[in-house]
C-alpha cells in the first residue's frame, strides 16, 4: 500500500513563529490530503491536493504537492495557540478509498 | 455539512463483555465506512472497511471475529467488539467519504475501557 513518512513528529515552537511539517512518499501519489486532530479530539478534513505542484491556501496554512507528486508540506504562518494539535497527511488510493494515515506531526505552541 | 455521528462517546466495561459503536451519517448516504483505531500518541490505524450490505473488509492482522462489523443501511455502520479485554481499551473512530468538499467526515469517536 501507499505508505508515507511524516516529519518532524513532534514540534514545540513560540507562538508567532512558523511551522512546517513534510510528508514523504517512496511512491508517487494519486492524492493526498491533510487533517488536523486537536488534543481529544477527531481528525477534522483540511484540504486535498491532487495536481502536480498544487499549492493552496488557507489563511495562515499552506499546502504544496510536489511536482514529482511524492512529497506534501503544510506550512503555518506566524503560529497561535489554537494551532496547537497533531497533524496527519494521508494519501488517498482513490476518492472514497480507504484513507490510510501517516504518522502525525504534534504541534504544541507557547505563548 | 457532513456529518457522522458516533456513540457512545465513552464506554467502560468489564473484561469479557461486548460492545457495540455506532457511526451514522446524517447528511448523506455512505456505501463504505472505515474503522480506526487510535492509541494514546500514536496515529489513526486503519482496522477495517465496512461495505453496504456485504462483507467487511479487514486489513492484516485485525481479527474479523473480535471486531464485528455490520453495515445495515446506507447511512449506519456498528462495530462491536467481542470478549473485550483490557488491550483493547483505546479510542475508536469511523468515517466516511463524503465528497470532494468535505472529504473524508470522522465521528467523534469513542474511547473505550476495559476493567
Known amino acids: 500500500g501507499q505508505q508515507v513518512m511524516q516529519i518532524p513528529q513532534y514540534q514545540h515552537v513560540q507562538e508567532g513563529e512558523d511551522f512546517t511539517t513534510y510528508c514523504n512518499s517512496s511512491?508517487?501519489?494519486?492524492?493526498i490530503q491533510w487533517y488536523k486532530q486537536r488534543p481529544g479530539g477527531h481528525p477534522v478534513f483540511l484540504i486535498q491536493?491532487?495536481?502536480?505542484?498544487e499549492v493552496k491556501k488557507q489563511k495562515r496554512l499552506t499546502f504544496q504537492f510536489g511536482e514529482a507528486k511524492k512529497n506534501s508540506s503544510l506550512h503555518i504562518t506566524a503560529t497561535q495557540t489554537t494551532d496547537v494539535g497533531t497533524y496527519f497527511c494521508a494519501p488517498g488510493y482513490n476518492q472514497g478509498g480507504k484513507l490510510i494515515f501517516g504518522q502525525g506531526t504534534e504541534l504544541s505552541v507557547k505563548p | 455539512g457532513a456529518v457522522v455521528s458516533q456513540h457512545p462517546s465513552w464506554v467502560i466495561c468489564k473484561s469479557g463483555t461486548s460492545v457495540k459503536i455506532e457511526c451514522r451519517s446524517l447528511?448523506?448516504?455512505?456505501?463504505?465506512m472505515f474503522w480506526y483505531r487510535q492509541f494514546p500518541k500514536q496515529s489513526l490505524m486503519l482496522m477495517a472497511t465496512s461495505n453496504e450490505g456485504s462483507k467487511a473488509t479487514y486489513e492484516q492482522g485485525v481479527e474479523k471475529d473480535k471486531f464485528l462489523i455490520n453495515h445495515a443501511s446506507l447511512t449506519l455502520s456498528t462495530l462491536t467488539v467481542t470478549s473485550a479485554h483490557p488491550e483493547d481499551s483505546s479510542f475508536y473512530i469511523c468515517?466516511?467519504?463524503?465528497?470532494?468538499?468535505?472529504?473524508?467526515?470522522f465521528g467523534s469517536g469513542t474511547r473505550l475501557t476495559v476493567v
Open positions: 447528511d448523506f448516504q455512505a456505501t463504505t
Open positions: 468515517s466516511a467519504w463524503a465528497g470532494a468538499n468535505y472529504g473524508y467526515t
Open positions: 491536493l491532487v495536481k502536480s505542484g
Open positions: 511512491t508517487t501519489l494519486s492524492n
